[in-house]
C-alpha cells in the first residue's frame, strides 16, 4: 500500500468542515484583562488549534460557524475574533450562552457554515426604554459592526450608554440565518414588549380632529397721545390727531397638551388669514397701511 503524504498538502480538500466539540465558557472567565469588546459583539474565541484546523481545510473566508447545544437542541451562529483559547475551550458572550441554554463548562459543537448575505431583518426590542433612544437605527448599525451574522430567533444584546438593551431577531432574509459582514441591510423595528399606547395617544392617532377655526385676538390701538409742533404754534383743523383705530390682528392658538419628543402635523387647521376672513366679517380693515392726510410740501401760488 503506498501512501503519499504530501499529496493533500499539493491539492487541499474542498468543501469539507470544520466540526469540533469544545468545553464553552463566558468571556468573563477568560484569563487576564476584561474583554468588554467580546462581550457586547457576537463573535467567539476560539483555540488555536482550531485556526490550524481550518487552514488546512480551506474554509470559505469570512468563518462563520453554526454553535449546537445537542443537549438541550438549540443553536445559533456567530464569527470568530480570536483563536487564543486554552485548547478544549472557547469562550461565548454571556447573551450567547443565554441563547443556546448554556451553563459554564457545558459541551458546545461547533461547525463551519457558509452563509448568505442579508438583505432585510427585523428587531423587537424587550423593553420600552428602548424607546428612549433618539436614533435607534444609527445605535444598531453601530453595535452591530461587532457582529457576524444574525440568526431568527436570537435574543442579541446591544450597549448604549452604560445600558444594556436586549433585542429579538424576529425575521432575516434570504434565510433564517445571515451574514452581515459588508451587506446593505434593510432594518425594521417592531413594537417594544409590552409596549401599549395611552387612551390618549389612541385618541390623538386615530380620531379625524375637526377643523380648528378658534383663533385668539389680539386688540391693537393706535398711538393715543396727542401731538405739538416744533415751533409753537396750534395746529391747523387738518392736522388735528386722527381717532385712535383699533386693529384686530389674528394670532395662532398654542398647544397646552403638547408633551415632549412629539411632532404632529395637522393638516386639518387652515392658515389664519383664511379663518378671519370666513368668521370675522365685521372686523375693521386692518390691510390699510396709511389712513392720514397728505400735505404738499410746496405751497401753490394764486
Not at 491539492?11 to 467580546?38: H, I, W
Not at 453554526?66 to 443537549?71: D, E, F, R, V
Not at 428602548?130 to 459592526?145: G, M, Y
Request: aromatic share 10%; proline share 5%; hydrophobic share 35%.
Amino acid at each position: 500500500m503506498f501512501q503519499f503524504s504530501g499529496f493533500n498538502m499539493m491539492f487541499p480538500e474542498t468543501g469539507r468542515t470544520f466540526k469540533a466539540s469544545y468545553k464553552c465558557f463566558s468571556v468573563s472567565m477568560l484569563p487576564g484583562n476584561e474583554r468588554q469588546d467580546v462581550e457586547n459583539g457576537g463573535k467567539i474565541i476560539m483555540p488555536p488549534s482550531a485556526l490550524d484546523t481550518l487552514t488546512r481545510l480551506n474554509v470559505e473566508y469570512p468563518m462563520l460557524f453554526k454553535l449546537i447545544n445537542n443537549k438541550k437542541g438549540r443553536h445559533s451562529h456567530a464569527g470568530v475574533l480570536e483563536f487564543v483559547a486554552d485548547e478544549g475551550k472557547c469562550y461565548l458572550p454571556y447573551w450567547m450562552m443565554d441563547n443556546l441554554l448554556l451553563e459554564e463548562g457545558d459541551i458546545l459543537t461547533i461547525e463551519s457554515v457558509s452563509l448568505p448575505v442579508a438583505k432585510f431583518s427585523k428587531f423587537q426590542p424587550h423593553s420600552t426604554d428602548f424607546l428612549d433612544i433618539t436614533n435607534p437605527k444609527a445605535v444598531l448599525e453601530n453595535a452591530l459592526r461587532n457582529f457576524a451574522c444574525l440568526t431568527t430567533g436570537d435574543v442579541i444584546a446591544i450597549k448604549y450608554n452604560k445600558k444594556v438593551y436586549e433585542l429579538c431577531v424576529l425575521e432575516t432574509k434570504p434565510g433564517n440565518a445571515v451574514s452581515i459582514i459588508e451587506c446593505d441591510m434593510n432594518v425594521e423595528f417592531e413594537a417594544p414588549v409590552g409596549y401599549k399606547e395611552t387612551s390618549e395617544q389612541v385618541k390623538e392617532n386615530t380620531r379625524d380632529e375637526a377643523p380648528q377655526d378658534h383663533i385668539m385676538e389680539e386688540v391693537v390701538e393706535t398711538f393715543k397721545g396727542s401731538g405739538v409742533r416744533l415751533d409753537g404754534k396750534k395746529k391747523k383743523e387738518n392736522q388735528l390727531d386722527t381717532p385712535v383705530v383699533k386693529k384686530v390682528l389674528a394670532r395662532g392658538v398654542p398647544d397646552y397638551d403638547y408633551k415632549f419628543s412629539l411632532l404632529k402635523f395637522d393638516h386639518s387647521i387652515k392658515a389664519i388669514s383664511d379663518r378671519v376672513a370666513e368668521n370675522d366679517t365685521n372686523i375693521i380693515e386692518a390691510e390699510e397701511n396709511f389712513q392720514g392726510q397728505g400735505f404738499s410740501m410746496k405751497k401753490s401760488r394764486k
